[in-house]
């Protein structure tokens, strides 16, 4: 199973955080995101890791190592997978879909990976907040993956299914995952 923990910052797991007393004034292309992700944040911690309106590496590592003990506890076998912020897991034999979900969703938004997490990545990737659904229909286009002309409100109204591209050959369905990830290609460039 794979999953991308990371929820859009303000998604929920079904807790409502506390309201902050002194929320930051947040600036800059992710400003809203922050301070929506300050609002939602469970923990002390978390908003801290978010006041300065920066997710540090060390910040991120300590939500990644939170989320991962998390969900190792509960028998799941998990790695982080990639740099865009993905997951490989395998539930333990007898633990349905939902269950290993439902984890997910519970690990996520108590170990700040749903907030803190979430932004580093997305920020990690797309650094002034560009229009995903523009970028993404561009990288598509730049790897000869749909036709020209292909663009976001497409995109939007289609996305590309995945089948459709293991049909054509494998290496499509990979530079699609890689364009999904890295639409910029600011990832790859920092490997």
Same mark, same amino acid.
């Given at each position: 199973?794979?999953?991308?923990?990371?929820?859009?910052? *303000?998604?929920?797991?079904?807790?409502?955080?506390?309201? #902050?007393?002194?929320? #930051?004034?947040?600036?800059?292309?992710?400003?809203?995101?922050?301070?929506?992700?300050?609002?939602?944040? &469970? %923990?002390?911690?978390?908003?801290?890791? &978010?006041?300065? *309106?920066?997710? %540090?590496?060390?910040?991120?590592?300590?939500?990644?190592?939170?989320? @991962?003990?998390?969900?190792?506890?509960?028998?799941?076998?998990?790695?982080?997978?990639?740099?865009?912020? *993905?997951?490989?897991?395998?539930?333990?034999?007898?633990?349905?879909?939902?269950?290993?979900?439902?984890?997910?969703?519970?690990?996520?938004?108590?170990?700040?990976? %749903?907030?803190?997490?979430?932004?580093?990545?997305?920020?990690?990737?797309? #650094?002034?907040?560009?229009?995903?659904?523009?970028? @993404?229909?561009?990288?598509?286009?730049?790897? *000869?993956?749909?036709?020209?002309?292909?663009?976001?409100?497409?995109?939007?109204?289609? #996305?590309?299914?995945?089948?459709?591209?293991?049909?054509?050959?494998?290496?499509?369905?990979?530079?699609?995952?890689?364009?999904?990830?890295?639409? @910029?290609?600011?990832?790859?460039?920092?490997?």
């Amino acid at each position: 199973m794979s999953s991308c923990a990371s929820m859009p910052p *303000g998604s929920s797991a079904g807790q409502q955080p506390r309201e #902050p007393i002194n929320e #930051p004034k947040f600036e800059g292309p992710w400003a809203a995101e922050f301070e929506d992700a300050y609002r939602t944040a &469970l %923990s002390e911690d978390h908003r801290r890791a &978010l006041a300065d *309106g920066v997710v %540090s590496e060390a910040e991120f590592a300590e939500v990644q190592n939170d989320f @991962l003990e998390c969900m190792r506890a509960t028998g799941i076998s998990i790695t982080a997978d990639n740099p865009g912020g *993905g997951y490989d897991y395998t539930v333990p034999a007898g633990m349905g879909g939902d269950t290993s979900q439902e984890i997910d969703i519970r690990c996520a938004h108590e170990s700040g990976e %749903s907030t803190v997490g979430a932004l580093y990545h997305a920020i990690g990737k797309n #650094p002034e907040n560009l229009d995903e659904a523009k970028i @993404l229909a561009q990288c598509l286009v730049d790897r *000869g993956l749909v036709e020209k002309g292909y663009n976001a409100a497409r995109y939007n109204s289609q #996305p590309v299914v995945y089948d459709d591209l293991i049909d054509q050959n494998i290496d499509n369905f990979k530079r699609t995952d890689e364009c999904i990830q890295d639409p @910029l290609g600011i990832l790859a460039a920092r490997e």
